[in-house]
């Protein structure tokens, strides 16, 4: 067994909480990332604020879908979004 199969072993439980967390809280996580991005903002005086908006939408992208995983509304669930072109055969 390697390292990374070890690591996944031990993080498998802490994974499903986490998901749970993000379920029942995922407006109060939003509102957090926004409330940090905007004090770093203003602490960089706007140098980074390109990179602070992307990074902001990555963590609200992730936890989106930690929050949906398993109820088939999130990304990579298998099932295409709703603006998806119809598949060709």
């Given at each position: 067994?390697?390292?990374?199969?070890?690591?996944?072993?031990?993080?498998?439980?802490?994974?499903?909480?986490?998901?749970?967390?993000?379920?029942?809280?995922?407006?109060?996580?939003?509102?957090?990332?926004?409330?940090?991005a905007?004090?770093?903002?203003?602490?960089?005086?706007?140098?980074?604020?390109?990179?602070?908006?992307?990074?902001?939408?990555?963590?609200?992208?992730?936890?989106?879908?930690?929050?949906?995983?398993?109820?088939?509304?999130?990304?990579?669930?298998?099932?295409?979004?709703?603006?998806?072109?119809?598949p060709?055969?």
């Open positions: 067994m390697g390292l990374m199969d070890n690591l996944k072993a031990k993080l498998a439980p802490a994974k499903g909480k986490v998901s749970d967390f993000a379920q029942r809280h995922e407006d109060k996580v939003a509102q957090g990332l926004d409330k940090a905007k004090v770093v903002d203003e602490r960089t005086k706007g140098k980074y604020s390109d990179k602070i908006q992307t990074g902001t939408g990555k963590a609200k992208g992730a936890v989106d879908r930690l929050a949906h995983k398993g109820d088939g509304t999130a990304s990579g669930s298998g099932t295409p979004p709703p603006d998806a072109p119809p060709t055969t």
